[in-house]
């Protein structure tokens, strides 16, 4: 009967720096191939994202042209909700990456000083109109019940 011989302790280290050492430099090339061209697919049209529209608020990505229509409709973020009124355009040109910075104007009414003053002056008219005096000058009428 043949006696195997017990690898030495070197043996063994040796083995295993060689194993950690192929790991590693695969992960690296994967993580290399990953770096190199990250595909985005934008949320709106589901389709790879080239001309970047970047929501300034959050930072959520989509394709420039789905995010301009989605903005003139609502100014908020499609996939976390936020309200936003700028969307940075980032796309390349030659080897060059190009910016530029969009504003948009929400649909919602804020109430200013201003809009409060408009609003003030179109209910002094509305009340000053003869039809609604006479409404507002109507007596109301108590009812009550004798069930207590």
């Keep these: 009967m043949e006696q195997f ?14 194993t950690v050492k192929k790991r590693i430099k695969k992960g690296q090339a ?63 040109q030659g080897k060059a990456k190009k910016q530029k910075m969009y504003n948009y104007r929400s649909n919602e009414m804020n109430f200013n000083d201003g809009n409060l003053f408009s609003l003030n002056l179109i209910y002094q008219q509305f009340i000053a109109m003869p039809q609604i005096s006479n409404i507002m000058n109507l007596g109301f009428i108590e009812i009550s019940s004798d069930s207590e």
């Design 5 to 18: 011989e017990q690898p030495k302790k070197s043996d063994m280290i040796e083995l295993a720096c060689e």
């Design 30 to 92: 994967k993580k290399k191939q990953t770096n190199e061209q990250p595909l985005e697919n934008c949320s709106i049209c589901y389709g790879e994202i080239i001309d970047k529209g970047i929501i300034q608020t959050c930072k959520h990505t989509y394709c420039f042209e789905c995010i301009e229509i989605w903005a003139k409709e609502k100014q908020t973020c499609p996939q976390c909700r936020v309200k936003f009124n700028k969307i940075q355009r980032v796309w390349k």
